[in-house]
């Protein structure tokens, strides 16, 4: 038998995709915490002395006139990895920081608030760093930038009240929301957004196991994770058990709904 990741999730149309697929199916390793190397498939395959031999089989279904349903399987054929995982990405081009970043009670806007490195319990003692008019400030929450720098925000399914994560596109008056499973027979997954400003680039991956560069502990959101990719090789078996709210076919990834 061999060693096999299950996704399924179903994609709302992506207007001016310039891949066939709404996503990049991809295998990652890892040095520690950190993606140590990105495999991309061509076509179906995917052959590497870092990661082995691999199939990736995506099928779809239209669901309505604005959903796909898509389930992917990834197939390690031969090889072994010490340290390695499956994900989806997502990349959107022509971004702007005025776009709202969401995920439940995880980031409202990005939280893209000032920042203040206090640690708890969190006060601030100079009066001159609280005047009547500030702006919304907090401790060293997770946070995309608002100074226009690259940043990014890493987070588990579980740290979220919904496994879910966004954006809103005020100039297109749209909004992309990944909904999924929470858990997974390979613990959590997790949810990466990079952003580039200067690039007009943001992208959302989705990866099992979750693996972290950071976890937030009180106050403070640059403390390193102790995550850490898995063991893989040809022979074994990995099933995804399936988790969804309301869909029996697998997870649910709307895209681009339209919003008032």
Known sequence: MKKTLFFSLIVLAISGC????????????????KVERTFAFDGGSLSSDGAGQWDV??????VSDEATDYSLAFTMKGGEMTS????????????????????PCYLYGG???RIMRIGYAPFIYDPS???????????????LSNDGSDSYVDFKTSSCATPLAGFYDKSAKKGFFILTGQDTVLGD????????????????RLSVPGV??????????????DDKG???????????RRQVPYDTQGYIWPERVPLP
């Open 111 to 113: 939280n893209r608030f």
């Open 230 to 240: 898995v063991a893989l090789k040809a022979g074994d078996s990995i099933k995804m």
């Open 189 to 204: 997954e997790a949810f990466f957004i990079n952003e580039y400003p200067s690039e007009g680039r943001l992208t959302i």
């Open 57 to 62: 089989d995506v099928k779809e279904s239209k």
């Open 129 to 143: 760093d609280r005047p009547l008019d500030m702006p919304i400030t907090t401790t060293n929450i997770p946070h």
């Open 18 to 33: 310039s891949r066939d697929l709404p996503f990049e199916p991809q295998i990652l390793s890892y040095d520690g915490n």
């Open 84 to 103: 390695g995982g499956a994900a989806v990405r997502f990349e959107f081009d022509n971004w702007s920081t005025e776009n709202y970043v969401f995920a």
């Open 212 to 225: 972290r560069e950071h976890r937030y502990v009180m106050c403070n959101a640059d403390n390193p994770s």
